[in-house]
């Protein structure tokens, strides 16, 4: 890493890898959301740059390219964990972090792996739903098949089940891709029929379907992980804020001030970060306490979300 | 569930269908559009653009249309008058597609959250609650008006009008047709367009009807399966038509059967349409034949004897 | 399908009908437009071009083009023996993930301590083997069935990509074990003896592929060429009934053909795998099997005007990625030109030999693509 | 060369406005000049003959003045305005109608649909349907309008190729080679339609090789030699000799037999050869075939060949003639009986192992199934012996370069070299390469020949029968198969009659009235 260019004064220089789209609505905006809040913030002390919507077959080439001009890399999304631990070994004077990668996954000497613990939100989300839900039978929409997906789908099933037993809680359905609307609707519209009322969602831009499928069946879904505005005639049930930014955001406060370290860095409910947090529309008030009991058994953990 | 299966399947047939039916002229005129799928995208694409620039999703169904025509002008100028390869440039008119609309996504599309003007399903009141067939009628205004339109098509296009023979004779034989008299090159020119025509509506209907956004690659292979469509129907419309619900089905049920709890690996699902498509051509195909000029280009001076 | 092989030397040369010179004018056309775009795009040409060519220039980005090119290059010429029997392989794509689940699946069920020697051609002949069994398949439609080549090798592609998803999420396929509940959908990367060597260049990627892919393309050269071989299969391709009766196996020729055309995009799965990161994932074929027949297209049958477009569209591709990072152009502008580049040479291409005749099994006289019957 | 036979008064002074005029019309090719300075005056009422080998020009010329193809310089004037068609479709409009030499029907459309092309009104649609009825009332020309084209007999197709050309009421009908497929019957059937039209005022061009038909029916003639036109005249005052002068700047004197029976300008001798017929080389026993339809195309078949015969099949087009040929050469599916070759049995052979065993084909449809036009010369020459060729550095393309020139040579195959395209060379060379690499075979036993002269050039035609005869004199069975009754009775030593699919009857060239035996066989009554 040669952190002398950059005319004059000598800046913290960060890449930033999206392999997504920045405007899919979902982990990827979020993420860019704090790449913008972090680059007005450290203006005059860092020098942000990103790359967005790269092909698997060319993450080590931008990793390698962003390794060999920066001084931290931040990328975003496990599907890039196999090219960023080798491109870290190749890199040891660069610092990396690895932002939604495998949560038992080893530091390197030079890489951190923040965890935004999607699972415990879906966990909340999933009661959020349930206790939305008036024929009591709630349904998970996820992208890819992803672990860190995978498990959200399970913690929204033990979510539901625990805000309200007996719960019905369909299979997950995976549509395969995050961003396809048109698969998304169909998988809600399959669900809807299945008999459930309130969908939870892991699919950035396929929200787009799901939302068309609630609104013609006057159904409701789970927002997030941006929040919106509740309101009345939205087919919002409740917004989950899952904020991806924050740990962008997090990764340079920590190399500039040097308390950065090379560890699994928690940013759920269970860690201080509050980067993570639920808002259910209406009021219902005993749903929310039931949703302020769940989400401080989870910080205590005396709950797991899976 | 299969009332669900049926109005999810119809959702997905719909597009295909109209892609098909512009397709199957064309193919019959002698002209194969791979391009289909392109055309379906961009169509998506502007339609959106225009309904959110308008305010008025009827506006952004033209702007579609009119998307579509200009991919069909394009390919009709390779096809039909620069006489060039048929399938590699209708791949690269997709792949032109693909990248200039999420390149355009790019630039126009930064406000996700703004609001789309689309149809949205008509209420039926009591035909909505017959059974089985009930839900798969409350689709939007846009699908009947198109599916209504494709069928006027294929009534004006059949055999047993004038235009229809032109088609299939410019298809069958160029040489022989333009002896006769037919305007050989006109008539695929027109062919095509009214695929495209056809294929930037499919396209305006999958965006304003179905999902009221545009995301990168939103068709998904929906053109070639369209392309399939025609094929399995052994280029005859009403076996078109066939195919395209089945495919339709095939995509449904890849989200019905988790739902009812089913366990099947999503790889598998995400075969399924394609497999059913291969098997439909594997199976039918082999008894019929294409138009014999399929993807040759016809040109006068070339004929001399 | 036009064919400028013979007529690039055996019709008076005309220099500018060669691939060649079209290709250098369209691809100019293509840079000028993508240069505009990305003006559009809030980014001058000075510094779209400079972010390119600083893009190219890093020994890693030449590596990594060498590595795109190998891929290439393999499907190009596996295109381009089935093109010769009159078969157009669009199923490169499928192709390649059969040969990437194959040689995943021997590199991970053999001993992993049998060194590269035997580890390396033995993930390559699977990969092969891989990618000739996935277009025997369509093989066996378009002989037995009848069915069009396009269609079949087309819908194989999604089959095959599916098959892919498939395989790396079911533990009982190629999944990579399940340590625990973070355990990524693909499969375990393969021991260091089914690792291609690399070139050994500093700080490059560069994997032995690009020598396979070209001792590929020069044996394809040589048998199309050279052997009689070469002469059936193109009599197969212009004239199936002149063929048989002079005693040619066409459906033999045209099934292997398509076989050994698969074979070689299988191979380009096994490069895909036996590199960085050394596993199977979804989506491992990236459209390489669209930018392989793109090449063998473009080149009509030179193999040598092919490995050039199979290079210059890697470079291009890798030249487009420092273009997003440096000049913040949206990475598709690369797509745009490349798609921008087939679509000017594919029918500037038509145009320019329109009337030299093209390949039709009915009447050896009918010119510009069209067939017109003799009377029986 | 516009050389005017000796002793001819040039074409007469027309009365009147002229249905057609050429003047200078040229056209070209890239390199080859198809017609050249071409002038040419028809009027109305008059049938005028276009005579010339192949490659003269002929149907470039009739593809002009149709519309399907631009001259390159020259003009044309119909009654006196000039005329300057930009596609057929304006052609028709313009009244002037066109019989291709091959056909223009779509075959898999019915004869409604290929008369209705191109009408695009429903009330066109009308007008033509009446105008079939009054194309049979005045010129007796019948079609069944619901008969799927590409099941019809070419005679058949014919008929609708006239009813097509008569639709829009025409001035002026350009027949291209029309009688190059047809049989005597049809050939007179269509004449007197030909003499009808000029009768009912309308001028008919006639394009054809045989003089005896431009003698039946026309007023005058145009002769054109390499495109350009090497004179003209009133038939009534030039004599055959003169004509075929003019067509090829031969003396009739030198020509075979066979040619002046083909031409109609002597009577056909049988070529009385001193062969004795040897052993069997081909035995056919209950051939039968069946179309894909499952209609029986030949019927229960046999017949014998012996070594130095050459046997003919006579027969009105689509009698299964052609099919006998295929089913032999191995080209269509057998689907009951037996063929032998020589002491072999090759029913089931791949047509290529029937070649290995001597059996030399000479296919019908030339472009489709004996010659690959996209390769050269040397490649269609050698494809079946390319084992012969190869060695350690593959191919030796210079090795079979000069085999190929030895062929050329021997056959006499005019063209720029052995690594000529075929599809550059004229039908009758690429028949002449056909033969070459049929006949030269080593193990040559048997000949099977479909209708190896048509729409070839004279010389071509010579080249095709001396070479038939010599394989014959070489101890090599030949079976003929012919539209051409003259020419079959000019080479065979015995006839075949097909009838419905059947061997109707056999008729010894040598008995006197073998000609009226013959033509009763073929409308099927008894001998
Ligand atoms: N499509 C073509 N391309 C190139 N040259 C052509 C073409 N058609 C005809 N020619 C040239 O024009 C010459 C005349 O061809 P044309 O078919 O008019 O001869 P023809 O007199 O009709 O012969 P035939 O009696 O066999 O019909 C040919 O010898 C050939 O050289
Ligand atoms: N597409 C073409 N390209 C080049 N030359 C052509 C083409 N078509 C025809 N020709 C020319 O036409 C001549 C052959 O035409 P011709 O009319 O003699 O064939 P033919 O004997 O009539 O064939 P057929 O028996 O099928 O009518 C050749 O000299 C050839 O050069
Ligand atoms: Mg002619
Ligand atoms: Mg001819």
Known sequence: GGSSSAGGKDLLKVGVFLPGSTSDTGFMQSAHLGYERAKKAHADTAKLSMAEEVDPADYEEVLTSFASTNDLVVSVGGQTDADLRRVAAQFPDVTFVEIGGPSDAEPLANLAYYDPQQAEAEYLTGAAAALASTKHSVGFIGGMELPAIVNAAEAFGNGAVAAVPGTKVLKPQFVGDFNDPAKAKQAADADIAAGADVLGQIVNLGKAGIEQAVRSADARMIGGPIPGECSADSPYAAYIRTDIGAEVEYAIEAVLDGTWKAVQEPFGLTSDHDATELTFCGDDAEAKTTLEKLAAQLADASVTAY | MIAAILASGLGFAIPLLVAATGELVSERAGVLNMSLEGMMLTGAFSSVIGAVESGSAVVGLFWGIAAGLALGMVQALASVVLRADQIVTGLALNALALAGTTFGARLLFTDRGAEVPGFDGLDLGAVGDLPVIGPALGQSVLAYVLVLSVAVVAVITSRRTSWGIAIDAAGEDAVRADWAGVPVNRVRFASVLLAGALAGAAGAQLALSEVHTFTDNMTAGAGYLAVVAVIAGRWRALPTVVATLAFGVAQALQYSLPAVGVDVPTGLLLMLPYAIALLATAGLVASSRAPSALTRPFARSATGR | ?????????????????????????????????????????????????????????????????????????????????????????????????????????????????????????????????????????????????????????????????????????????????????????????????????????????????????????????????????????????????AARRLGIATDRLRGGGLVVSGALAGVAGGLLVGAAPFLLVDGVSSGYGFTGLVAGLLARGSLLAMVMVATSLAFLSSGGIAVQLFAGVPASLTQIAQALLVFFIASTAAWTVSHVPRRTTRDTRATGGEAGEVAP | MSDLAPGHPPAPAPRGPLALELRGVSREFGAVTALRDVSLRVSPGTVHAVLGENGAGKSTLCNIVYGALPPTRGEMVRFGQSYAPGSPAHALAGGVAMVHQHFSLLPNLSVRDNLLLGAWTQSARRRTLRAVDRARDSFGVEVDLDAHVGAMSLGARQQVEIVKALLREPELVLFDEPTAVLSATEID???????????????????????????????????????????????????????????????????????????????????????????????????????????????????????????????????GQSELVAAISGSLPVTAGRVVLGDREITDLEPGDRNALGLAVIPEDRHHEAIIGDLGITENLLLDRLDEFRSPR??????????????????????????????????????????????????????????????????????????????????????????????????????????????????????????????????????
């Open chain 3, 1 to 241: 399908m036009t064919r400028l092989r013979t007529a690039g030397f055996r019709d008076a040369g005309d220099l500018i009908r060669h691939p060649l010179a079209l290709g250098a004018l369209s691809a100019l056309a293509a840079a000028v437009t993508a240069l505009a775009l990305a003006a559009a795009a809030g980014s001058p040409p000075g510094t779209t071009l400079n972010a390119f060519l600083d893009g190219v220039g890093t020994a890693h980005s030449v590596g990594a083009a060498l590595n795109g090119t190998a891929v290439i290059v393999l499907v190009g010429s596996g295109f381009i023996i089935a093109h010769r029997v009159g078969l157009v392989n669009v199923g490169g794509e499928g192709q390649i993930c059969a040969g990437a689940v194959t040689a995943t699946s021997v590199g991970l069920a053999l001993p992993p301590a049998i060194g590269p020697w035997v580890g390396v051609p033995v993930l390559l002949g699977a990969a092969a083997l891989g990618g000739a069994a996935w277009a025997a398949v369509a093989a066996a439609l378009v002989i037995a069935r009848g069915v069009n080549e396009v269609i079949c090798t087309l819908l194989l592609n999604f089959i095959a990509l599916a098959g892919v998803v498939l395989c790396v999420h079911e533990d009982w396929l190629l999944r990579q074990p399940r340590t625990s509940a973070e355990t990524l959908p693909q499969s375990a990367p393969l021991p260091a003896s089914f690792q291609l060597p690399l070139l050994g260049i500093e700080r490059s990627p560069a994997t032995l592929g690009i020598i396979v892919a070209l001792v590929a393309a020069a044996g394809t050269a040589l048998v199309l060429r050279r052997t009689a071989l070469g002469v059936r299969l193109e009599a197969t391709g212009l004239s199936r009934p």
């Open chain 4, 394 to 527: 593959g191919l030796d393309r210079k090795a079979m370069d000069r085999e190929a020139a030895r062929l050329m040579q021997e056959y006499d195959v005019r063209a720029a070299g052995p690594r000529a395209r075929l599809s550059t060379l004229s039908g009758g060379n690429q028949q002449k390469v056909v033969l070459a690499r049929e006949l030269s075979r080593d193990s040559l036993q048997c000949v099977v020949a479909a209708e190896p002269t048509r729409g070839l050039d004279l010389g071509a035609v010579d080249a095709v029968v001396t070479r038939l005869r010599e394989a014959a004199d070489g101890g090599a069975g030949v079976l003929v198969v012919s539209s051409e009754l003259p020419e079959l009775f000019a080479l065979c030593d015995r006839i075949l009659v097909a009838y419905r699919g059947s061997i109707h009857g056999q008729v010894h060239v040598a008995d006197p009235d073998a000609h009226d035996a013959v033509a009763r066989l073929m409308m099927g009554e008894p001998a």
């Open chain 4, 189 to 319: 059937r269509f004449l007197a339609i030909s003499t009808a039209l000029a009768r009912a005022g309308t001028a008919v061009v006639l394009v054809t090789h045989k003089l005896a038909e431009v003698r039946a029916v026309s007023d005058e003639f145009t002769v054109l030699r390499h495109g350009s036109v090497a004179g003209s005249g009133r038939v009534a005052e030039a004599s055959s000799d003169d004509i075929i002068d003019m067509i090829m700047g031969r003396q009739v004197a030198e020509l075979d037999g066979v040619l002046a029976a083909t031409l109609g300008v002597a009577d056909p001798t049988a070529a009385s050869t001193g062969r004795t017929p040897g052993p069997v080389v081909l035995t056919v026993d209950g051939l039968t075939v069946r179309d894909e339809a499952g209609a029986v195309r030949v019927d229960d078949v046999d017949l014998e060949l012996r070594a130095g015969e050459i046997v003919g099949v006579a027969g009105v087009e689509g009698n």
